[in-house]
């Protein structure tokens, strides 16, 4: 394999066995912590702060179309946020009292085109790394994360309280 295939198709390659697997476990609930919610959200924080941090000390300029990226992209990761976690079927367990989620196909298939739109447009912006396709995808994701973290701990807490199983 060449270093330009590698570079060009190796991530989607990833990116659809990833989705085969969560394809073939989306049936099979796994156990949801409200608790742990947060973490996705802080450890984007972070790539954030390294990412502005690079901005800044590259002296890349702040334009009017880098704003408007950010904000775009903001607003669609919001939207795409709330509907991920929406699609996600939630439920407690009866014998444990422990939240099971189940992923739903749309929420697999949203996420295969946004990492589809998302490599496409790093192809248009021409790799830069901090280009304004970039900084919107940056928006994007940390709206995403955000919004479906909240939601989800909404949910959560919406569910009803275990009631133990009565034997007779």
């Given at each position: 394999m060449t270093p330009?295939?590698?570079?060009?198709?190796?991530?989607?390659?990833?990116?659809?066995?990833?989705?085969?697997?969560?394809?073939?476990?989306?049936?099979?609930?796994?156990?949801?912590?409200?608790?742990?919610?947060?973490?996705?959200p802080v450890l984007i924080l972070l790539?954030?702060?390294?990412?502005?941090?690079?901005?800044?000390?590259?002296?890349?300029?702040?334009?009017?179309?880098?704003?408007?990226?950010?904000?775009?992209?903001?607003?669609?990761?919001?939207v795409a946020g709330w509907?991920?976690?929406?699609?996600?079927?939630?439920?407690?367990?009866?014998?444990?009292?422990?939240?099971?989620?189940?992923?739903?196909?749309e929420g697999l298939l949203v996420i295969g085109v946004l990492f589809v739109v998302r490599f496409g447009l790093r192809k248009l912006d021409g790799g830069n790394q901090f280009g304004v396709f970039t900084?919107?995808?940056?928006?994007f994701v940390v709206g995403l994360l955000f919004t479906r973290s909240y939601v989800m701990w909404r949910r959560c807490k919406a569910l009803p309280p275990h009631q133990p199983l009565q034997t007779a």
């Open positions: 330009e295939f590698m570079r060009d198709y190796l991530p989607f390659i990833i990116i659809a066995v990833v989705i085969a697997i969560r394809f073939s476990r989306r049936n099979t609930p796994q156990r949801l912590r409200p608790a742990f919610l947060v973490l996705w790539a954030v702060a390294f990412f502005i941090f690079g901005f800044y000390m590259t002296g890349a300029a702040f334009t009017a179309g880098v704003a408007a990226a950010v904000v775009i992209g903001l607003a669609l990761g919001t509907y991920r976690a929406r699609s996600i079927l939630l439920h407690r367990d009866p014998d444990t009292g422990h939240i099971m989620s189940r992923a739903t196909i900084d919107g995808c940056m928006a």
